[in-house]
T-cell receptor
Framework: DSGVTQTPKHLITATGQRVTLRCSPR?????VYWYQQSLDQGLQFLIH???????AKGNILERFSAQQFPDLHSELNLSSLELGDSALYFC?????????????FGPGTRLTVL | AQKVTQAQTEISVVEKEDVTLDCVYE???????LFWYKQPPSGELVFLIR??????QNEISGRYSWNFQKSTSSFNFTITASQVVDSAVYFC??????????????FGKGTTLSVSS
């Protein structure tokens, strides 16, 4: 158990809908990262927050947004969902804001868009 | 641009065999970090090791060992006396220290290791 929690574990929804994925980092970690894992794209970085502020953006679509709250939990919002958004979404946390620190991953949320 | 290549897509071995998973990386930074993660069939990503670019010492942890060679930009992972529980997808990853965008992990495509009894 990495100490990172993600809810829900599974999510099934329809095209055009909006969903919110939630992540709670390990105690003491200030950084939260979001990654998407799909068969064709592999593991791709979406976005990084450190202590409530956005630090870096990766291949995140405009239909996707995220935020980190004062209690450090984070939410990833996915809207106008398409079939191709079906994937495993991971949240990871680390203690620092730089890439030097290992990231600990949550169990993931499996999103299925029908 | 940074890149991680895991040329071996799938490897199958029999229990007790040694197996080496290859990882080759590309980066223009002089300071960077390399990682290995394990993804068992249950799906979670488990952190195995982090290596700094300025520390080329090899590392051993039980049956696991890692060989870091800057001259060939490689960070290979060896499992000695493999066991069925080692069956998983293994990912090599890179992060750079020089800029904000480098905080993310850049993953290779992964190597699926199947260990049969």
């Amino acid at each position: 158990d990495s100490g990172v929690t993600q809810t829900p574990k599974h999510l099934i929804t329809a095209t055009g809908q909006r969903v919110t994925l939630r992540c709670s980092p390990r105690s003491g970690d200030l950084s939260v990262y979001w990654y998407q894992q799909s068969l064709d794209q592999g593991l791709q970085f979406l976005i990084h927050y450190y202590n409530g502020e956005e630090r870096a953006k990766g291949n995140i679509l405009e239909r996707f947004s995220a935020q980190q709250f004062p209690d450090l939990h984070s939410e990833l919002n996915l809207s106008s969902l398409e079939l191709g958004d079906s994937a495993l979404y991971f949240c990871a946390s680390s203690v620092g804001k730089w890439g030097a620190y290992e990231q600990f991953f949550g169990p993931g949320t499996r999103l299925t868009v029908l | 641009a940074q890149k991680v290549t895991q040329a071996q897509t799938e490897i199958s071995v029999v229990e007790k065999e040694d197996v080496t998973l290859d990882c080759v990386y590309e980066t223009r930074d002089t300071t960077y970090y390399l990682f290995w993660y394990k993804q068992p069939p249950s799906g979670e990503l488990v952190f195995l090791i982090r290596r700094n670019s300025f520390d080329e010492q090899n590392e051993i942890s039980g049956r696991y060992s890692w060989n870091f060679q800057k001259s060939t930009s490689s960070f290979n992972f060896t499992i000695t006396a493999s066991q069925v529980v080692d069956s998983a997808v293994y990912f090599c990853a890179l992060s750079e220290a020089s800029n904000q965008a480098g905080t993310a992990l850049i993953f290779g495509k992964g190597t699926t290791l199947s260990v049969s009894s």
